[in-house]
Nanobody, 121 residues
C-alpha cells in the first residue's frame, strides 16, 4: 500500500508563496499510469482539486488555479511539491496530497492526512 504525508509551514503571509511537500512511500511516483494530486478544503467548504503531476512528469491544473499553482517533483526522494503564489486569506485550507490510479477508475485511492495552512499577517 501507499502512504502519503504532507509537510510544510502552517502559516503563510498574504502575497507570499505557499509551498508544501508530499512524501510517498510504498509506491513510486513514477509508476506507469499513476497521477499525484493536490487537493484543498477551506474551512466549512468542500474539496477543491488543484492539479496533478503524472508519472511521466506532465502536469495539469484546475483552470481556476492554473495561473498560480505549480507542481514539481523529486524522483530521487519520491516526493512532489505544491507552490501556490500570491496567496490571500481565502486560500486558507486543509491541503491534501493523493494518488490517482487506473484501479479506481481514475479516482483517488490513497490520501495523506492533510495539513492546515493559514494565510494571515
Amino acid at each position: 500500500q501507499v502512504q502519503l504525508q504532507e509537510s510544510g509551514p502552517g502559516l503563510v503571509k498574504p502575497s507570499q508563496t505557499l509551498s508544501l511537500t508530499c512524501t510517498a512511500s510504498g509506491g513510486s511516483i513514477t509508476t506507469d499510469y499513476s497521477y499525484w494530486s493536490w487537493i484543498r478544503q477551506p474551512p466549512g467548504k468542500g474539496l477543491e482539486w488543484i492539479g496533478y503531476i503524472a508519472a511521466s512528469g506532465t502536469t495539469y491544473y484546475s483552470p481556476s488555479l492554473k495561473n498560480r499553482a505549480s507542481i514539481s517533483r523529486d524522483t530521487s526522494k519520491n516526493q512532489f511539491t505544491l507552490q501556490l503564489s500570491s496567496v490571500t486569506p481565502e486560500d486558507t485550507a486543509v491541503f491534501y496530497c493523493a494518488r490517482v490510479g487506473p484501479k479506481t477508475g481514475w479516482g483517488h485511492d490513497y490520501w495523506g492526512q492533510g495539513t492546515l495552512v493559514t494565510v494571515s499577517s
